[in-house]
Every structure is written in structure tokens, then in C-alpha cells.
């Protein structure tokens, strides 16, 4: 959906993809570095700043990274029903049933991962592979029947250069979010040190290639103002291209695409608190695992959140749901990684490797995230403090009974 988030930026939004292309390929380097120097943590930028700052900045980055994941399955989930309406055109109609279908579709989700690893792990290798294929078909065909007009006026806000960039990366960026979901189960992947690292960067650079070509297709063939409306903007254009039945063939793609990514994330949203609960910084329910060894206490609750920010986000279009929550996710995770880019530059510090080269690297990747952050517009960066503030209670909860 993002094309469409997009469109009413007009072509400048092409340099907001540049822009958060740079960003995320300078992080995903950096969770590269930390996957080497820390090859047996589990929990990612959680695990890492606890290595390199101690308890608390590690809550706060687990509770961080928690809340961007519900504002993210929340988004996810708008953007399934989104292209469901292309085979049920009364989802486009009635909040009432895109509301009841995107909860059933988190709730089914929940249920998978309730199950062994290897049960959501085949989920997400089917899911993957169908979701790359219509992505890359539409991009790459698409490239050829591209109008140069449609990215004209170049800035179609009447907001200066900077600020749309500054907005526009902020968008894009959300496609990247998930880089560092490699360094999550570090501590229980063979050869680690080697294999997080090279699953993080290309994983990321293949992301952008793919990314940027599909999107610079479709804001090229279908006119902006035309764009901004549609909630299926890759369905559209294959139906453009190849007919209704391309179109519908599209859609599908889309929805398994989006049912994939939800997959994943409702994964990682039990393994954070799961993580943050074993080293005593969540309460110990979110630490607890059924006999398929899911921690299935924290994902139930989560999926609750996530429903309940459904229920809040759904009075507006699809598009303007799903734009405002990419926003509020893109902000909820800038804060783990920017404790993670200064836990690095801690950590490498301790290993003397390199120091200087690297050290120039989590600089840029530092600038870069909170320049990110400051994007995010006062009404996202208010909410999403509200939301940050929420968590500071527990932690001396916790850490109060922890003590008793």
C-alpha cells in the first residue's frame, strides 16, 4: 500500500526511497557487526543493550520494540483487508466487517504460532516465496511502460523540498523495519557470528532493489490522484497490464504477502517480552511456554493490543489507517535502534576492532535514525511518547518485586 501513501507526494517520494534505502543498509550493517560480536545473545536490540548499557535502557528498548510491533500487525493487518476488498468489494464498503475480518485474521495468526517453530517457520517460507514473485513481476514489466508525466509536478504537497523528503523517507523506511529481526534468535542459529550477518545485510539490500523498482513502476503508470485512492495500487496495475484476471492473481499475491509479514511479526512479538521476561525485565508470564514451546501468554496478549488499535484506527479510509499506524511503528522502533547503534559503539569500544571505520558507520546510522524520528510529525511523536511513557511504570514495578 505504500505507492498509494505515497502518491500524494508526487515523484519526489522516489528520493525518500533513496533516502531510507541509505539508512536502512547503513543499520542493517550494524546489527551485522553486533550479530558478529555477539553471536550468542537472544533478543536483538534487546540483548544488545543490555550488553552495553545495563537493565533499564534495555526495558525500555524491549518495551520500545513491543509497541512498535503492535502498531506494525495493526498496520499489516489493514493493509490484508486492503486487498481482500479486491475479491470482496463490501470490505472497501463497511468498517464493520473489515473490522471483524482483519480481527479474525490476526486470531488465526495467533493460533499458528501457538504451534512448534517449524509449523510458523513453513507459514513463512510458503508466504515468502509467493510474495517475492507479483513484487518483482510487477516492477520489472513495469519498468517498460513507465510515463515520465506521472512523476510531475515533482513535489505535488506544497510543502518545501526538505520537508517531503524528511516525510517521505519516514514512510518508506517502514518497509525496511524487520532488518534486524535476524539478530533476534542469534543464540539459537548455527554458525551465528557468519550467518546473522550475511541474513541481515543482503537480506536488506535485496529488500531495496526490490522495493524501489516495484514502487517506481506503479506512481509511473497510474496517475497520482488516481493512486492515492486505491487500496490494492499492485492489483490495479496488473489489471492494467494483463486484464481482471491479473488483477485478481495480483491481489492474492498481496494478501498472502501481507498474511506472511504478519506471521512473522506475531512471532516477534512473543520473543521480545519472552527475552526481556527471562532476564527478569517483563513479568514472567510473557516467559511462558506451552508445550510447543511458543510463548503463547505474551502473544495472546499482544494480538489483544493489537486489536484494540484496530478498533481505535479504523474511522478513517484504509489509506489514511494504515499511513498513520506506519507512522506510529516507524517511530516506536527508532528508539531500540538508537540504543542499539549506541550499545555497538560501547560494546566495540570493549573488542578494539576496527574501532575508528565502524565507529564512522554507527555516526551516520545514528544521524540517520533520528533525523527518522524527528519525521514522524508532533501528533505521531506525541502519541507515540504517551505510548513510550506508559512502560516506565512497569519497570519499577518489576524490578520492585523482582526484589521482594
Do not use: H
Amino acid at each position: 500500500m505504500l505507492p498509494a501513501a505515497l502518491a500524494a507526494f508526487g515523484g519526489i517520494s522516489i528520493v525518500g526511497w533513496i533516502c531510507a534505502s541509505i539508512g536502512a543498509v547503513l543499520l542493517a550493517v550494524i546489527f551485522g557487526y553486533l550479530g558478529r560480536l555477539a553471536p550468542e545473545a537472544n533478543g536483538g536490540p534487546f540483548a544488545y543493550t543490555k550488553l552495553g548499557m545495563g537493565d533499564f535502557p534495555a526495558y525500555l528498548v524491549a518495551w520500545g520494540y513491543w509497541v512498535s510491533i503492535w502498531c506494525a500487525n495493526a498496520a499489516i493487518t489493514v493493509a490484508a483487508v486492503g486487498y481482500l476488498a479486491v475479491f470482496f468489494p463490501v470490505l472497501g464498503e463497511s468498517a464493520m466487517v473489515s473490522i471483524a475480518t482483519g480481527l479474525g485474521i490476526i486470531w488465526f495468526f495467533t493460533w499458528i504460532n501457538s504451534k512448534e517453530i517449524k509449523t510458523i517457520a513453513l507459514v513463512q517460507i510458503i508466504t515468502a516465496t509467493l510474495k517475492v514473485a507479483p513484487i518483482l513481476l510487477i516492477g520489472i514489466w513495469g519498468m517498460f511502460y513507465v510515463q515520465l508525466e506521472n512523476f510531475t509536478p515533482f513535489n505535488l504537497s506544497g510543502e518545501s523540498d526538505l520537508s517531503v523528503i524528511t516525510t517521505t523517507t519516514m514512510l518508506t523506511f517502514f518497509a525496511f523495519l524487520g532488518m534486524e529481526s535476524a539478530t533476534i534468535p542469534s543464540g539459537s542459529v548455527k554458525d551465528s557470528a557468519i550467518t546473522v550477518r550475511k541474513a541481515t545485510i543482503f537480506g536488506t539490500v535485496a529488500t531495496v532493489v526490490i522495493y524501489i523498482i516495484s514502487s517506481v513502476s506503479i506512481m509511473g503508470i497510474i496517475p497520482a490522484e488516481v493512486l492515492a485512492e486505491s487500496s490494492a495500487p499492485f492489483a490495479d496495475v496488473a489489471e492494467i497490464f494483463w486484464g481482471e484476471t491479473a488483477k485478481y492473481v495480483v491481489a492474492a499475491g498481496a494478501v498472502i504477502a501481507t498474511m506472511g509479514a504478519l506471521n512473522g511479526w506475531i512471532l516477534m512479538q512473543g520473543a521480545i517480552p519472552m527475552a526481556a521476561a527471562q532476564a527478569g525485565l517483563f513479568p514472567t508470564i510473557f516467559g511462558k511456554v506451552n508445550k510447543s514451546n511458543s510463548p503463547i501468554y505474551g502473544i495472546i496478549i499482544s494480538s489483544f493490543i493489537v486489536s484494540i488499535f484496530m478498533l481505535f484506527n479504523y474511522s478513517n479510509s484504509l489509506v489514511e489507517t494504515f499511513s498513520y499506524m506506519m507512522q506510529l511503528t516507524t517511530l516506536a522502533v527508532t528508539i531500540p535502534f538508537l540504543f542499539s547503534i549506541t550499545s555497538f559503539v560501547i560494546i566495540l569500544k570493549r573488542s578494539n576492532s576496527g574501532y575508528y571505520q565502524k565507529l564512522t558507520v554507527a555516526i551516520f546510522a545514528f544521524l540517520f535514525t533520528a533525523w527518522i524520528m524527528a519525521g514522524c510529525g508532533s501528533e505521531v511523536l506525541i502519541s507515540g511518547l504517551l505510548l513510550f511513557l506508559l512502560g516506565i511504570p512497569f519497570y519499577f514495578w518489576i524490578t520492585r518485586e523482582k526484589a521482594k
